[in-house]
C-alpha cells in the first residue's frame, strides 16, 4: 500500500527567509504524482505543486520549489522568501487514482 | 465557474441522526472524491464515485455511511446513526477526467459535521 509520510508536525520560519517542508513517500509504482497542498485556517484545500515522477526536473512554482528524489522516495517543498501568507497547514499527497494524503506540517511564519 | 460547491458548511447532529452532505463538482467534471479529515490530521480517502457508479469505495467504513453520484443532482455522502467519533471536516473534490494525477483535484470548502 502506498504511504505518506511528514515528519515535522510543526516548523516555523521568519518572514523573508526560507524553510524546507519534508515528505518521503512508499511505493511500487513508478509512474505517480507528487503533490503539496496548502491548507489555510479557513479549511480551503489549494494546490501548491505538483511533480510527476517520470520528470526529473524539480518543478517550480514562483516561490515555491521541490527536491525531488525518486531513488529516495522523498519529496521536500522550498519556500523561500517566506510571507505571513504562507502560515498554513501543509500537506504532502501521492496520486495514482486517488489522492493519498500526509499528516501535514503546521508552518508558523514570524515578522 | 462556481468551483465545487459543499454544503452545509456546518452540520451539527445528536448521536443517532442521519448526516447528509451535498456536493456539487465543478461544471464538467464528471468524478467525484470524499475525504474525511479528523480533528489535527491528514485528509483520508473515503470513496470515489462517477456519474451513477461507485468507483472506488475501499476507505468507506463498512456500515452507516454511504455515497451517491445520481445522474442529476450533487453528490451526496449519507452518514447513518451518526457518533461522536463521525465528528469530522469532509471534503469532496472532483476532476474531469480520471487518471494518473495529471488530473489536478479541486477542492471544496468542506462541511464541518459536529456531533453532540
Known amino acids: 500500500a502506498q504511504t505518506v509520510t511528514q515528519s515535522q508536525p510543526e516548523m516555523s520560519v521568519q518572514e523573508a527567509e526560507t524553510v524546507t517542508l519534508s515528505c518521503t513517500y512508499d511505493?511500487?509504482?513508478?509512474?505517480?504524482?507528487l503533490f503539496w497542498y496548502k491548507q489555510p485556517p479557513s479549511r480551503q484545500m489549494i494546490l501548491v505543486i505538483r511533480?510527476?515522477?517520470?520528470?526529473?526536473q524539480n518543478a517550480t512554482e514562483n516561490r515555491f520549489s521541490v527536491n525531488f528524489q525518486k531513488a529516495a522516495k522523498s519529496f521536500s517543498l522550498k519556500i523561500s522568501d517566506s510571507q505571513l501568507g504562507d502560515a498554513a497547514m501543509y500537506f504532502c499527497a501521492y496520486n495514482t487514482d486517488k489522492l493519498i494524503f500526509g499528516t501535514g506540517t503546521r508552518l508558523q511564519v514570524f515578522p | 465557474n462556481a468551483g465545487v460547491m459543499q454544503n452545509p458548511r456546518h452540520l451539527v447532529r445528536r448521536r443517532g441522526q442521519e448526516a447528509r452532505l451535498r456536493c456539487s463538482p465543478m461544471k464538467g467534471h464528471s468524478h467525484v472524491y470524499w475525504y474525511r479529515q479528523l480533528p489535527e490530521e491528514g485528509l483520508k480517502f473515503m470513496v470515489y464515485l462517477q456519474k451513477e457508479n461507485i468507483i472506488d469505495e475501499s476507505g468507506m467504513p463498512k456500515e452507516r455511511f454511504s455515497a451517491e453520484f445520481p445522474k442529476e443532482g450533487p453528490s451526496i455522502l449519507r452518514i447513518q446513526q451518526v457518533v461522536r467519533g463521525d465528528s469530522a471536516a469532509y471534503f469532496c473534490?472532483?476532476?474531469?477526467?480520471?487518471?494518473?494525477?495529471?488530473?489536478?483535484?479541486?477542492f471544496g470548502a468542506g462541511s464541518r459535521l459536529t456531533v453532540l
Open positions: 473534490a472532483s476532476s474531469p477526467l480520471r487518471g494518473k494525477g495529471a488530473n489536478v483535484l479541486t
Open positions: 511505493t511500487s509504482e513508478s509512474d505517480y504524482y
Open positions: 511533480q510527476e515522477a517520470y520528470k526529473q
